[in-house]
């Protein structure tokens, strides 16, 4: 595997650290169904860290170690906060696994591309909105213009 291969993989892993340390904080303010639903997502990323810790290791390269905290990007200290949290982390990991998805391994690849998929269903389950593009940035509408003239 190329080094933009397991760079990729380094990546995924650091969104997985951040998801799960995301999911921490937004359990926390659940309840019931809710936080059913977190801790759910959170032992999904649970797995996939430990997945891609192993296929690092077995790459022959240190894995990528969890920090002590991340920052969170906004406050959270409701329900609605929390929920808003765990879409935003889901949005993250589904960005971080399309380095996956351009490796060169089919494999992995494939892999990479499910882990995007999923990573967006749960995005839309916390949000209540599908993205087009899962993991890309949102771009700004294209205004419609002017036809383009055929004059020479």
Do not use: C, N
Not at 86 to 115: C, I, K, N
């Amino acid at each position: 595997m190329t080094d933009d291969g397991r760079s990729a993989l380094q990546s995924a892993l650091a969104a997985e650290h951040a998801a799960i340390y995301g999911y921490a904080v937004a359990g926390a303010h659940l309840t019931g169904s809710l936080e059913e639903a977190a801790q759910r997502d959170w032992t999904v990323h649970q797995v996939a860290m430990d997945t891609l810790e192993a296929r690092l290791t077995s790459l022959g390269a240190q894995p990528v170690p969890a920090q002590d905290a991340y920052q969170l990007p906004f406050p959270v200290h409701s329900s609605r906060a929390a929920i808003s949290l765990a879409a935003y982390v889901e949005d993250r990991v589904a960005a971080a696994y399309l380095g996956v998805v351009a490796v060169d391994d089919p494999a992995l690849r494939t892999w990479g591309a499910a882990q995007v998929r999923a990573a967006a269903l749960r995005a839309t389950s916390w949000s209540g909105r599908a993205t087009a593009f899962p993991g890309l940035p949102a771009r700004a509408p294209v205004k419609a213009s002017a036809p383009p003239s055929t004059a020479p």
